[in-house]
């Protein structure tokens, strides 16, 4: 009986998982084809981690190492995906992910959050 309960926990968990999948994964593929206009911009990156203190550290860490529900972003697929898609995750947040959307943010702010986000 304890191994049954334990496996459909596990399964609950898998579905669970699946169901919510990463947000870069529920981005539209043309969100990709979108390019930051202020990639490898130094100042910009600069601004982007001011912004990010200010607006994303209290989710995601101030080194980006994630906490809580908050998934880290210091992460190579954080790095590599592509900008329009991580453009399109500040756009539209996750209401059942916990995400806000940071629409508020002029367009330009969100790409130099992106900017930071993906410096090398």
Not at 8 to 31: D, K, Q, T, Y
Not at 63 to 76: F, I, S, V, Y
């Amino acid at each position: 009986m304890r191994t049954l309960r334990t496996a459909c926990f596990l399964i609950a968990v898998g579905i669970a998982m699946a169901r919510s999948g990463s947000l870069i994964h529920n981005a539209p593929a043309e969100a990709a084809t979108k390019r930051n206009p202020y990639e490898g911009d130094a100042r910009a990156q600069r601004t982007g981690a001011k912004l990010y203190a200010r607006e994303c550290a209290s989710c995601h860490g101030a080194e980006r190492e994630g906490r809580k529900n908050a998934p880290p972003l210091n992460r190579p697929d954080v790095r590599e995906t592509s900008s329009g898609t991580l453009f399109w995750v500040l756009r539209n947040g996750s209401l059942d992910g916990g995400m806000p959307s940071f629409a508020h943010l002029p367009e330009a702010r969100r790409w130099q959050i992106i900017a930071y986000l993906q410096q090398r």
